[in-house]
């Protein structure tokens, strides 16, 4: 398959050629025309597809509160419809026999996942169970627990091997540098969230494998001039990477988002959705910041705003659920219009970052030859036009 | 006069060569030898005397504290040991009249003040009293007010015309924007500073004329992700100056002031030392940072640890009271030992950008053809050797 585009946004730099995949991957980016039949998209962007490495659910499956083969299914079906060809899914802070039977779910859909399906079910994000119940938003306290080995190989083990990315802990807990230690030996990464650390904590521990820090801002120690704490330690570290959740302004305002940007750079930023799929929740939900209660209903789900309007939506219909959540292509629309960031420092952010920072940038993150066909075509707004998964085209819904 | 340095730090580099003062200024700066007796300082640098736009009292004199002529000429005396060239006294918030009464006093101190005196009392930096009791630090509540321009003007009419270089207040009480406007159609920097302010209060009176804030971090609305405070605003809007005091890590972390560097850089960055002349307190005072209390005992005061020890000492004896607060050449020291910063980075932050934000850069802060003679002889490690102000020759104590 060959397409032809004017704004190929490669490593080094957008270029006006061809880009031929076969197999699933990147075959040549070139300027002169190979034989075969040519797919023209003009002025159109061809961007990599974006990498959500913390996403528990979105729009029609959830991870988190399925725990299911199926909804990471479907999360791969609806997650393609936002620009997102690889996603981690990631588990909630749930008691440890839970994760793990929702951990040798996911091992299975790894494992079945054709790019046929939609966004690629890369692997595992575990988010808990080892953080601090005093930043634990909206985990849930009784199955915080303090860091252990054991019970991390009992985690590695359920999931598959090789099949964890990244964890999210509180570095501060009793335990926490022998876990850091294991997983950095396995070559997972790992974050720093739903922490109370200081930043003499991370200090004491980034070299043993602390690479960022999950939603940046959000469930950590905040900024004292006298008590850095984990955000603190975010800024003051350059190695650090910071995830931003879903940039809407709402749950940290734009000139935090921006004081962070000045201090890390576009390097050191990672989006990501943070989405948990709110129409699949298991019992009456209400969402502090968006203002919503969601109460299940069988195959359904009643959306009550604290206002008094009500909705009642079918959990599994992607139509009827989309827009619950801001997907990830809308969140970077937002943020490009809000900053006006150019579509270096977007894909920077959106697919470079997350790549490296867990290792898979020899695979997917960029458009380069080797490399897999994920990729997206693009309005200059972000508005999707058409998508690859692994060369397999993909219809907007 | 002539001078002679292999490293005579001007603002397009370091030169070596001829520094030559006439009438106070400097005439030349040449690699050539010019006619006379030359003064050989070989490999000591010369770079421009220090500026303390905050300054209370030091050492032997206390304006705040003392309120008199008397107290301000012994502070030029004394800080010009510390490489202070020109220093604003600085009122802390007192009952109007009282500031006024001190006004009176520094007018005629800075109309007799000359080069061999020490340190040129350029003006008054006033400190309130239109400040947010809530963020009050050191100052008296029972004397914090809102801003008023009637005040303002009796204010600055006390201090003689053109004598208030500097206003330290809180943008977001009632009145404040007519008195920022009335400063700043007078010429006269406004510094946001014992602050609740809000981001947006700020955002909406920056244009009127706040130039930066005092003491950064300390006595404000820290930064918070979804209020970003003054402490976000000063981060936020790259125009602003944030002013540190004695950067010692004790009062603001050096992982603070670093990343406020990461973000203002040297340009916006500006020292002071914010020092009070702790040995002319009124009445006892207890310091919660240094764990000392200061008891006046006629011409003495008594400094009592926290830990028990207690020693008397002669208030007006410079051998007595020195290092009773630390100096600004040994804050600066201290902070290139703790930095690494470089010799331009330093002469920057301590006397480029405290001369630009009050507009007295056509006459102090670099060394310049047509500028004062205020300049400091020094080691690699600042340690002081000699002292000019206005091409005086000052004896290091």
Known sequence: ????????????????????????????????????????????????????????????????????????????????????????????????????E????????????????????????????????????????EYCMDPDVMV????????????????TLAPELPGAEEVIKHLHEQGIQVSVGHSAADLKDIARLKGFGLGG?????????????????????ALYFDDLYCEFAKQTGMTVSHEAFSIAYKVKGKEKIMLCTDCTGLAHVERPFHHYIRKETYI???DHVIVKSDGGTEKRINRKNFEEVDGLELSYVESVRNIQREHGFTFEEIITMASVNPAKYIGIYDKVGSLEEGKYGDLLIVEDDFKIQDIYVQGVQHRIK
């Open 1 to 100: 398959m060959i397409l032809h585009s004017n704004k190929i946004h490669t490593p080094e730099g957008t270029v006006s050629g061809y880009l031929t995949m076969k197999d699933g991957r990147i075959l040549s980016i070139s300027e002169v025309k190979p034989e075969g039949e040519v797919k023209e998209y003009g002025d159109l962007h061809v961007i990599p597809g974006f990498i959500d490495l913390h996403v528990h659910g979105f729009s029609t499956g959830s991870f988190w509160y399925e725990k299911t083969e199926d909804s990471l299914n479907r999360m791969a079906e609806s997650m393609i419809q936002a620009g997102v060809t690889t996603f981690l899914g990631t588990t909630g802070t749930d008691a440890v026999e839970v994760i793990i």
């Open 102 to 141: 929702s951990l040798v779910e996911a091992q299975s859909a790894i494992k079945n996942w054709t790019p046929s399906r939609g966004s690629r079910i890369l692997g595992v994000h575990l988010e808990g169970p080892f953080i601090n119940k005093e930043f634990k938003g909206m985990q849930r306290e």
């Open 152 to 167: 991390t190989k009992e985690l590695l083990h359920a999931a598959g091997e090789g099949n964890v990315y990244l964890m």
């Open 213 to 233: 820090v999950t939603h940046m801002y959000s469930g950590m120690r905040g900024f004292h001039h006298r008590r850095p704490g984990v955000v603190g330690a």
């Open 296 to 298: 299940p209903d069988g």
